[in-house]
């Protein structure tokens, strides 16, 4: 069984006492953090301690994906200057900028680069990535653990191969950072429109909206992405779980 817990999920910066992307991944004692945004080493720590943790996987190197990998090679150093016990952690990003040569931390943080080329394993986790559109380079990701698959649109404007890429998932996290008259798009990222787009052409069983804005009542993202996709709808609040079985 794989769980996927929203760590956080908030587009650009986090709201009082949140956070901004994090979703936790976790199969037979493994805990993979997806993405490491603003507030995420403090919400993770009531789903996982950061001791416990084994990989990172990094989208991309906007920060609000990645802005609370300083503190954690941090808290890693620390605990180990207290003895206390680890997992090896390793974190994974791409090499298309100089932002991966900053990963690996002293002796407490490995880090690994991924492409497109080919699939890499990650503890129970089989991870294919996909170049998205996006201003900066970023990558989505299709995750597969034993007959379940997730696929996570990470940030990215609309195009049909991403639809393609994420074809038949159980479970599709996508950024939906606007609602449909948002003039968002020209940014590198989606609205409700192009979600239910999205949605409709890669039939995922379960589609979880999230990286969401800070304006307006969310409830009207999933009304207007189910114009165009009739599938289950959730959207992310912090600490929701979700059993993949
Ligand atoms: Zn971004
Ligand atoms: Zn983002």
Redo the contacts with the bound molecule.
């Keep these: 069984m794989m769980k996927v817990t929203v760590v956080g999920y908030w587009h650009g910066y986090p709201e009082k006492g949140e956070a901004t992307s994090g979703y936790l991944l976790q199969h037979d004692h493994y805990n993979l953090l997806l993405d490491c945004g603003s507030g995420v080493l403090s919400q993770l720590q009531k789903y996982c301690s950061v001791n416990e943790l084994n990989a990172i996987v990094l989208s991309?190197y906007?920060h609000?994906?990645q802005a609370d990998i300083g503190p954690f090679q941090y808290a890693r150093i620390m605990n180990k200057g207290m003895g206390k016990e680890m997992n090896d952690l390793t974190i994974y990003g791409h090499r298309d900028e100089e932002a991966f040569v900053k990963l690996a931390y002293h002796d407490v943080v490995k880090a690994m680069s991924y492409d497109d080329q080919a699939p890499i394993t990650i503890g129970p986790f089989t991870f294919h990535f996909f170049k998205t559109q996006?201003p900066?380079p970023?990558y989505a990701m299709r995750i597969e653990c034993q007959n379940q698959t997730v696929v996570y649109t990470a940030?990215s404007s609309y195009f049909d191969e991403l639809a393609d890429f994420a074809k038949d998932a159980d479970l599709l996290i996508t950024e939906c950072s606007g609602y449909a008259s948002d003039p968002i798009t020209q940014f590198g990222h989606m609205t409700s429109t192009c979600v239910g787009k999205l949605a409709a052409k890669a039939k995922p069983t379960h589609l979880l909206l999230s990286h969401l804005p800070h304006h307006g009542d969310h409830e009207q993202l999933r009304q207007e992405v189910a114009e165009s996709f009739n599938g289950t709808i959730s959207l992310a609040k912090s600490g929701l779980g979700i059993r993949l079985l």
């Design positions: 991309h906007h609000d994906h996006h900066v970023c940030d």
